[in-house]
């Protein structure tokens, strides 16, 4: 289309551009002649907004549009201003627009409109032709015609007019052809008598802009329309269409186009159409002769109701209504049938210029308003049956007769039919249809009634009336008749079947829906129910009281009914508060059979109907209403115990018990004579004899009991057993007579009983308001300590399994006995307890069993009541027998099915029940929860913290009686912190709870065991389960399926600190957290942050999953190498964060769980634990450890890193580069510009680059405090921290510790330091290490909980990193360990042996040549005495004097003597037995000399125990240590003898040296001019003559041939060849090489391979032959002792020039060790490259800027590693005395070697160079 229209216009307006037919317009506005335009095509879409684009087919169109100078767009009722413009460049147009409104151009319009030319312009006459003759009425067309010429006769004879009549509108239309006649004729009306006569109006017809097309095609478009006409003149927008597109107005904007455009033909779309003038005072077009004649529309029929039909047929007042509403609308209507006729009114076609309108609409609108008047009518049908018909017919016309309504009966139908007006229907219907239900029910209710009953007990009865339910009834059904027979316990229905059916079940199904809840009554109160009228009963205790309740007995059960739960709750309680039951114990069954005793209970029993009492053998229980069982259990009770005999008995400790029968007899025995009968056995005191009697003496015993003052004796001095058994009768005796106490021996491991308090330390333990102490214990209820312990059993007290069976095998076969007797005389019943004596081993008075409830998941509440009914009552037999303390382990929990949490929970519940009923006023003022699984026991504390809303208690209590176990117990409670407690499980686990309720543990055990919600696995990235400890075991645990379950959840491998979640497979975990832990890379990586994360993730999706627990283990301190002290403090530091960070509270515990083998981690945890939440457990816990102050663990070193923790931090300190610091954060040490760039400062701003040093610029020129923070740069830290380096330690401090601060406040983790002040600022690098480790220090004590976790000190000079070493080192905890063998040293080093082995030099290297002390190996077995008498100060004088007898038998001597450490296996041997043979301790003590390094300390034995014990100790080891001192000295002379002489015997052709000693023998004896000498060789005697041979056999005659080697003579013989002449007295020479020489070369080549660039000004050879010999010497001793000869290198050694004359003269001297380095020890240095020694610290330059170095031969042997502190090297073995020859940097790869031998080293040639 752009090639039809090529030339282009831009058209801008301000139009909306969704405006509907937007395109259409402006496609007919330029194409109109508004623009003065013509064909054109119009480009737009809702896209391009308010521009669009017109193409023209000539550019002389596209000219014309552009010279217009106003474009105006009509768009509803705005004119849209529009400008337009050419293209920017004459280029192709867009695409034709895709938009849905098709473009309209003059070539589609082509085959719709067949005239295309518009019509010439004529002048033409416009002057109106036309007049109005108004109010015409009826005449005809005639009679206007002779009208019209009548009032114009006499005017010109022009008289050519036609007539058009509009009969609708009483008018008539003349048009002449002259337009001079009609303005005669109107002008000649006015004063025609005809005219005025029939009252017409003659006006001119006014000119007209419209035109009225008739016969469009259907549905034709406006657009359309106006294109069409707008070539005829200029056409308004607003076209009227009628009668669907048929025909429609248009308005021109000039008058004259209407002239033109009717006389045209006009078509569209080939069809062919009028236009017609059209006027609007006429409301019509004028026709001419062709005008259509209007008719009246045809008739139709509405089809009515028949019943309204008739209804207006007989009501004309209804018809009218609808009559004089349809005549609005001229309509006549016909009813003679209910099809009515409707017909049109002739008026419609005289309604003027709305007729045409009014008949086109008048069927539609007769039709809408018909149905409408008809609606007010309305009909209705009610059914009558034929039965009742004629009487329902009557009533019927009785109620309408005041109503105008109309009946029509259809009797064959059985309807009545009723119409009329809706308002008039809708009030009387209602009334019809009662009156036809009234009649018809009472006439079948005669037929139809039946009589039911329904049986009902009165109380029952009453719940129905209160429930309301009778009168809804009534209501429902006023007919039915209900009656109660109160003596028949019937309800009687009477009325119709249906009425009675519905309603009993109404009855039935409410008294089903009657709520039945069982209440708990004892037994003997059923019975007592039994007996009694439990509708008075229901009566009297719930109606009158306002409860809707009844009471039920059903068998051994009672029920409530009742329809509400409150109800039910009111009338329990009332029920148990009016009615309970009391008994007490008859010991003396012989009572009940007395006569008085029948016949009081007798009496009772027919006077007294509000109790009811039974016996049985051993008990009374009296029942009923609670306000008379008292009275009457007293009675009962006093007439028992003054008629009874009884046994009680009262425990004590043995000593205790013997002191009161033997010492205290003259108090009580005549007292009781002929009343009791007092018994004396082991720890009990049996009373016996009439009751009243026994509880009167009871008493005194008691009193006794605690007034004697009681103790336990512990001496372990060695020795001091023994002498008191040998003096124990004249001790006993002493302490009767002179203090009145009485002394017994006792084992070391018999508890006292005291006040029977438990032996195991409780791991929780409340106090509840009523006073009664609540604690929780992991041990062995068979030996706990207690007043009564409760056993679960069955009803048969069978004790052949479980806890049962567990505690009838510790008290005997009595037990057992015991119940075969109860079972027999009384049947048992779940939730029943009994009680018993205890006997035989168990450690109680009482064994309680409870017939505990096997657990049904179908009926939980029935087990739930049953478990809670068996522990109240086992309670309330432990307080009725006077227990103070009770133990109750988790009844029902094993065998008998009950879920762990629900079973702790209900016994804990009971628990609370009882104490808030009895507490105040029971003896029970201890229960124990016990049992020995830790999952069970964490349960059991989980409970009595849910019950009481506690979060802990203090443990910290005292197993003893007496005044100290107050004293510990007020301490304990004081030690607990505000909002916040701990709790320490011995031996299984620690607990702690936060402010926020979230309970951290430490659990030991393996982690696939445990039960939390929820267990943390650690894997790798390959996902492979069956690798790790922590993993494989949990795969092992769960089975296969949870390999699978984690594969399912991952595709492709995860990223390190991924959290996979799976569910537990077959662990008894709900939920596994995979994560994905990486391998720890010594601080340099992120792996400490991914750690982080892990632990948050783990955290955070726990809670959000509402898991209430979740185990970890120590994640990554295995094989993935994380430091054990970070990960605790981090996994530590996270808990308490998220505990105080969340906002809800689902998870409530977090537990790491140890695996009991890891000791290392646990001790870490545990220690860690401690120090944060239970310091004074810390200290308490380890009373035999003291510890230092020092603030660093032990250091430990790894890969040539030292590292130490320091609170939760890691400390590490390195030698490397610290630009390479992979770290948070790293420190720069600068100027206080933070401009420096050199050293270490120039190192970080060069790899960091310009924008770093820019930052800094910028940063420095601004205030601060010495230090600032930039970007990293290229380093690959986070931040660099810039610091001002001073020259002062104290500075330097708080500058290190404000960097750390400030990266604690930026959350980083980690951060690097230089060697701070070490440089331009010249301190000593040993100051700076300590003001360094100092500001970590102090770091750590300020902000213990800070994000910092790795601190590195990364030192570039290997010198320097000792100085460090030692720093770190001076700030170590040290510790002082009290051991029970001599042989075990754990505090220092796990490695370490005994001294007993000989080594030891060893001994004190390990030790760090500081003091130690082992102790003896044997354990004394101590003396262990228990002391009771009158009172505690002659308690106490008895105590003085057996410690001082005993410390006048007992002495200490000590020996101090270095050969102690020498001793061998035989005397550590015989060291050993002594102490076991003699009763003695053995100690040794090693002091250091101060201040002498390498030299041997003290060593001394200390002997312990009876002086003539340790006299004969004494003696046998001064015997030893001669003997070692002898052997040390010849071992000594055999080394040295070695090193220098030689002995050799001939064999087999070769010489072989004899062994040491021989070799020692011969040089002695001939040092003695000896002739022979007699010596052994391999198994033979041989006599040797001196000084040559031979050696002759003493037994065969054998000889062989000896010689002795001078091993000086030989080394001091050779000098070498090249040597310069030398005078005699000549010490040394130096002597100046030719450069020319190849000695000259060689030490030239030698230097130049790592010195290229240095200038070798001279080259000289040193001469020293004594030196030489020496040193050739010691070469020759170094290879027979190495067995090699590779012993020798060439190494370089640079120096001052101040000390070359020494050195040749003398030698090396290693007292100057130190001087420039000493990292690998105190020796003298040399270095494989001569780059080393070059440097300005080694080779110093003289005034001239010329330096030395030496090229020395060096006896460097076999060398290790140093250590810095070396004075001599390591041995090779750790029990040999041979010592490495040299130590070295690197034995893999040595550069550098240290010697500490002078004459092991000769500077051969000195090098001088610039």
């Not at 148990?576 to 005793?597: I, K, N, P, Q, Y």
């Not at 004899?689 to 009167?696: A, E, F, I, L, R």
């Not at 082992?1414 to 008498?1429: A, K, N, Q, T, Y």
């Not at 330059?1741 to 042997?1757: D, E, F, I, S």
């Amino acid at each position: 289309m752009a090639d039809e229209f090529p030339y282009a216009l831009f058209v801008e307006g301000q139009w909306d551009p969704k405006t509907p037919k937007l395109k259409n317009k402006l496609n007919i506005y330029f194409q109109s002649k508004k623009s003065d335009g013509g064909d054109s095509e119009v480009e737009h879409d809702v896209s391009d907004g308010q521009r669009a684009t017109v193409r023209f087919k000539t550019e002389e169109v596209r000219q014309r549009v552009l010279r217009k100078q106003t474009h105006e767009l009509k768009i509803g009722k705005t004119n849209i201003k529009m400008t337009v413009r050419l293209p920017s460049s004459e280029v192709s147009t867009p695409e034709e627009s895709t938009s849905s409104v098709s473009a309209i151009t003059k070539g589609e319009l082509k085959s719709e409109v067949e005239e295309e030319v518009e019509p010439t312009e004529e002048k033409e006459d416009t002057t109106c032709r036309s007049a109005v003759i108004e109010n015409i009425q009826n005449n005809s067309q005639e009679f206007l015609v002779m009208l019209v010429e009548n009032v114009l006769k006499g005017h010109s004879e022009s008289k050519d007019f036609s007539i058009e009549i509009i009969p609708e509108s009483h008018c008539a239309v003349v048009t002449f052809s002259d337009n001079m006649d009609t303005a005669n004729f109107v002008k000649s009306c006015t004063s025609n008598a005809m005219i005025k006569k029939k009252n017409m109006n003659v006006r001119l017809l006014e000119t007209t802009s419209k035109v009225k097309a008739e016969g469009l095609p259907s549905h034709t478009n406006s657009d359309y329309l106006l294109l069409y006409f707008e070539k005829f003149g200029e056409v308004e927008d607003d076209v009227v269409i009628f009668e669907e597109g048929q025909s429609a107005i248009m308005t021109f904007k000039n008058p004259k186009d209407v002239h033109s455009v009717i006389k045209e033909q006009h078509h569209i779309k080939k069809h062919p159409f009028r236009v017609l003038p059209y006027y609007e005072t006429l409301q019509t077009a004028l026709y001419g002769k062709d005008r259509p004649i209007l008719t009246l529309p045809k008739a139709f029929t509405e089809n009515i109701d028949e019943t309204v039909w008739h209804h207006l047929k007989e009501n004309q007042n209804s018809m009218d209504l609808i009559n004089q509403a349809m005549s609005s609308y001229f309509c006549d209507l016909d009813f003679q049938s209910s099809a009515v006729t409707i017909k049109p009114l002739p008026s419609l076609l005289q309604q003027g210029g709305q007729t045409r309108k009014l008949i086109q609409t008048w069927r539609e609108k007769a039709s809408t308003e018909f149905s409408v008047s008809v609606s007010k009518f309305k009909s209705t049908e009610i059914y009558i049956q034929k039965d009742t018909w004629t009487e329902i017919e009557s009533e019927i016309h009785k109620a309408v007769a005041a109503v105008t309504v109309t009946l029509v009966p259809y009797v064959d139908q059985g309807t009545m039919a009723v119409a009329g007006l809706k308002e008039d229907v809708n009030k009387i219907e209602s009334i019809l249809r009662g009156i036809v239900e009234r009649i018809t029910q009472r006439i079948q209710r005669k037929k139809g009634s039946e009589m039911d009953e329904i049986a009902m007990s009165p109380s029952i009865y009453k719940l129905f009336l209160c429930s309301g339910l009778k009168q809804q009834i009534c209501d429902k059904f006023p007919e039915l008749e209900l009656t109660y027979h109160a003596h028949s316990q019937n309800l009687t229905l009477y009325g119709l079947k249906t009425e009675v059916l519905e309603t009993k079940n109404e009855i039935l199904q409410d008294v089903v829906d009657l709520i039945r809840q069982p209440v708990e009554l004892h037994q003997s109160v059923l019975d007592f129910l039994h007996n009694k009228d439990l509708e008075k009963m229901s009566t009297d205790l719930f109606f009158t009281n306002g409860i809707d309740v009844s009471l039920v007995v059903e068998g051994k059960r009672a029920l409530l009914v009742g329809k509400t739960k409150k109800a039910l709750n009111d009338a329990e309680r009332k029920l148990t508060a009016d009615l309970g039951h009391l008994s007490f114990a008859v010991e003396d069954s012989s009572v009940l059979e007395r006569s008085d005793w029948q016949d009081l209970v007798s009496y009772i029993r027919n006077t007294d109907t509000e109790v009811t009492v039974q016996t049985t053998v051993n008990e009374v229980v009296v029942s009923g209403f609670v306000d008379s069982i008292k009275d009457v259990e007293k009675k009962l009770c006093d007439f028992v115990k003054e008629n009874s005999q009884t046994e009680k008995s009262l425990k004590a400790h043995k000593t205790v018990v013997k002191f009161i029968k033997d010492h205290k007899r003259q108090d009580w025995s005549e007292e009781v004579k002929g009343k009791i009968s007092v018994n004396f056995k082991d720890d009990t005191i049996l009373i016996s004899g009439p009751y009243h009697h026994v509880t009167q003496y009871l008493p005194m015993f008691d009193t006794m009991l605690k007034s004697i003052q009681h103790c336990t004796m512990k001496i372990d001095k060695p020795g001091a057993k023994k002498f008191f058994k040998e003096k124990e009768s004249m001790c006993v005796a002493f302490a009767k007579t002179n203090m009145g106490c009485l002394i017994q021996l006792i084992d070391q491991y018999e508890t006292p009983h005291g006040l029977m308090k438990s032996d195991t330390k409780p791991t929780y333990q409340f106090k509840t308001p009523e006073g009664v102490e609540i604690a929780i214990n992991k041990a062995d209820i068979c030996s706990f300590q207690v007043d009564a312990v409760v056993g679960a059993s069955k009803e048969t007290l069978l004790l052949d399994e479980g806890l049962a069976k567990a505690l009838s095998d510790a008290a005997g076969p009595k037990l057992q006995d015991d119940c075969n007797k109860y079972v027999k005389s009384r049947q048992l019943m779940t939730g029943d307890a009994v009680l018993f004596d205890a006997g035989g081993q168990l450690r109680c008075k009482h064994v309680i069993f409870a017939i505990g409830p096997q657990y049904n998941s179908s009926k939980p509440q029935e087990a739930v009541t049953l478990l809670r009914k068996t522990v109240k009552k086992s309670l309330n037999l432990a307080d009725q027998e006077s227990c103070q303390s009770v133990a109750i382990p988790a009844i029902s929990s094993a065998g008998f099915g009950f879920p762990l949490d629900l079973c702790a929970d209900t016994i804990v519940k009971a628990i609370k029940e009882f104490c808030n009923i009895f507490g105040g006023d029971s003896v029970l003022s201890r229960i124990h929860l016990v049992d020995t699984n830790d999952i069970t026991v964490r349960a059991l504390e989980a409970a009595v913290k849910k019950m009481y809303g506690v979060t802990a208690v203090s443990h910290n209590m005292t197993t003893g009686g007496g005044p100290g176990l107050q004293q510990n117990q007020n301490q304990a409670s004081s030690s607990s912190s505000q909002g916040q407690s701990a709790v320490h499980t011995q031996g299984a686990s620690q607990s702690f709870q936060t402010k926020e309720g979230l309970t951290i543990s430490i659990l030991k055990g393996n982690i696939e065991d445990t039960t939390m919600d929820v267990v943390v696995n650690t894997l790798s990235s390959n996902l492979n389960l069956s690798v790790g400890a922590i993993s494989n075991a949990l795969l092992k645990a769960a089975g296969p399926q949870l390999q699978v379950l984690l594969n399912e959840q991952v595709t492709g491998t995860p990223n390190n600190g991924a959290v996979i979640v799976t569910t537990g497979a077959n662990l008894k975990n709900q939920l596994v957290f995979h994560a994905v832990v990486p391998h720890w890379n010594q601080g340099q990586g992120s792996e400490m942050k991914m750690l982080e994360d892990i632990i948050d993730k783990c955290l955070n999706e726990a809670e959000k999953r509402e898991q209430s627990s979740i185990v970890f283990s120590a994640i990554g301190t295995g094989n993935l190498g994380f430091p054990k002290a970070l990960v605790v403090c981090t996994m530590l530091d996270l808990v308490l964060k998220f505990s105080n960070k969340r906002s809800s509270k689902h998870l409530q515990e977090v537990v790491f769980a140890l695996h009991p083998k890891d000791t290392a981690t646990i001790q870490v945890f545990t220690d860690e634990f401690n120090k944060r939440f239970m310091p004074q457990y810390t200290s308490a816990n380890n009373p035999t450890q003291q510890q230092s102050t020092g603030p660093f663990s032990k250091v430990t070193v790894k890969s040539g890193i030292y590292e130490t923790i320091v609170g939760g931090t890691t400390l590490q300190v390195l030698q490397g580069d610290i630009t390479a610091e992979k770290t948070d954060v790293i420190v720069n040490s600068s100027n206080k510009e933070f401009t420096l760039k050199s050293g270490v400062s120039k190192a970080i701003l060069d790899k960091a680059g310009p924008n770093v040093e820019a930052e800094c610029q910028q940063l420095g020129a601004q205030p601060n405090k010495g230090l600032i923070m930039t970007q990293a740069g290229n380093l690959q830290c986070k931040k660099i921290i810039h610091i001002s380096a001073q020259s002062n330690s104290n500075l330097i401090q708080k500058q290190a510790k404000k960097a750390m601060q400030m990266c604690a406040k930026e959350k980083f983790t980690s951060i690097s330091f230089p060697a701070i002040g070490t440089g331009q600022a010249g301190m000593s690098p040993g100051q700076v290490a300590d003001s360094m480790m100092d500001a970590v220090v102090d770091m750590v004590k300020q902000t213990p909980q800070s994000s910092l976790k790795l601190v590195r000190m990364v030192v570039f000079q290997a010198p320097m990193l000792t100085e460090f070493y030692k720093s770190m080192q001076n700030r170590e905890v040290t510790h002082k360990q009290e051991e029970s063998t001599w042989s075990k040293i754990k505090t220092y080093a796990a490695s370490v042996k005994s001294f007993l082995t000989g080594s030891w030099e060893k001994e004190i290297k390990q030790h760090g040549g500081k003091d130690f002390v082992i102790e003896g190996i044997r354990v004394v077995d101590p003396l262990c005495l228990s002391i009771c008498g009158p009172s505690q100060k002659e308690v106490d004088k008895t105590k003085h004097f057996i410690e001082n007898m005993l410390s006048q038998e007992q002495t200490i001597q000590s020996i101090t003597d270095t050969a102690i450490l020498s001793f061998s296996d035989k005397d550590q041997q015989h060291i050993k037995d002594m102490q076991s043979t003699l009763d003695v301790t053995i100690r040794l003590e090693y002091k250091a000399l101060k201040g002498s390094k390498g030299t041997t300390g003290e060593a001394t034995l200390t002997v312990e125990g009876l002086t003539r014990d340790v006299l004969i100790a004494v003696q046998d080891i001064q015997d030893m240590l001669k003997s070692a001192r002898e052997g040390e000295i010849l071992k000594r002379d055999m080394e040295y003898t070695s090193e220098f002489v030689d002995w050799q015997y001939e064999q087999g052709g070769q010489y072989k040296s004899f062994d040491q000693r021989t070799n020692l023998e011969l040089e002695q004896a001939l040092g003695r001019g000896a002739a022979d000498i007699k010596i052994s060789l391999q198994g033979q005697s041989y006599q040797i003559k001196l000084p040559e041979g031979p050696a002759v056999s003493t037994s065969g005659g054998n000889q062989m041939n000896i010689r002795r080697i001078d091993k000086l003579k030989a080394a001091t013989e050779s000098i070498p060849q090249n040597w310069d002449a030398m005078a005699p007295k000549e010490l040394y020479k130096v002597c100046n090489l030719q450069p020319t020489s190849s000695e000259y070369k060689d030490v030239l080549r030698l230097f130049k391979a790592s010195c290229p660039n240095k200038n070798v000004v001279k080259i000289e050879r040193i001469q020293n032959p004594g030196m030489w010999k020496n040193y050739q010497n010691n070469k020759s001793v170094m290879e027979q002792k190495n067995g090699h000869q590779n012993n020798e290198k060439k190494l370089f050694h640079g120096t001052s020039e101040q000390t070359l004359t020494h050195i040749n003269k003398s030698g090396f001297n290693r007292s100057y060790a130190g001087q420039n380095a000493a990292a690998y020890g105190n020796g003298t240095y040399f270095a494989l490259n001569a780059s080393y020694s070059a440097s300005n610290t080694y080779s110093v330059p003289n005034a001239q800027g010329q330096k030395h170095m030496y090229l020395c031969r060096v006896l460097t042997g076999d060398f290790t590693r140093g250590l810095g502190g070396m004075i001599v090297p390591p041995p090779k073995t750790t029990t040999g005395f041979d010592l490495y020859d040299t130590v070295v940097d690197n034995p893999a790869a040595p550069t550098i070697f240290v010697v500490f031998r002078d004459d092991n080293a000769y500077p051969e040639y000195l090098i001088t160079f610039t």
